[in-house]
């Protein structure tokens, strides 16, 4: 998965990308925001190279939250 330089090649990280991306499209099509999207919340398994999303602690479905930007307060300003 990883370079001799320790680091990982753009093809996979692209691809990593596009099943975070992925993910994200089938949450927002059951109309729930995860909120809290961050490097250490996307698991990788080594195996079947397969993206995992977790921490869904603070989730919420569209039609409870106010507004889009008390949603945007909640996330971490190092994120954004």
């Given at each position: 998965?990883?370079?001799a330089?320790?680091?990982?090649?753009?093809?996979?990280?692209?691809?990593?990308?596009l099943?975070?991306?992925?993910?994200?499209?089938?949450?927002?099509?059951?109309?729930?925001?995860?909120?809290?999207?961050?490097?250490?919340?996307?698991?990788?398994?080594?195996?079947?190279?397969?993206?995992?999303?977790?921490?869904?602690?603070?989730?919420?479905?569209?039609?409870?939250?106010?507004?889009?930007?008390?949603?945007?307060?909640?996330?971490?300003?190092?994120?954004?």
């Amino acid at each position: 998965m990883f370079c001799a330089d320790g680091k990982m090649p753009l093809a996979h990280a692209v691809g990593m990308a596009l099943q975070v991306v992925s993910a994200l499209e089938e949450l927002h099509g059951h109309n729930i925001m995860h909120l809290s999207l961050k490097p250490s919340n996307i698991l990788m398994d080594s195996v079947q190279q397969e993206v995992v999303l977790s921490d869904f602690g603070t989730c919420h479905e569209l039609q409870t939250l106010p507004n889009m930007a008390s949603a945007a307060l909640s996330v971490p300003i190092q994120y954004m």
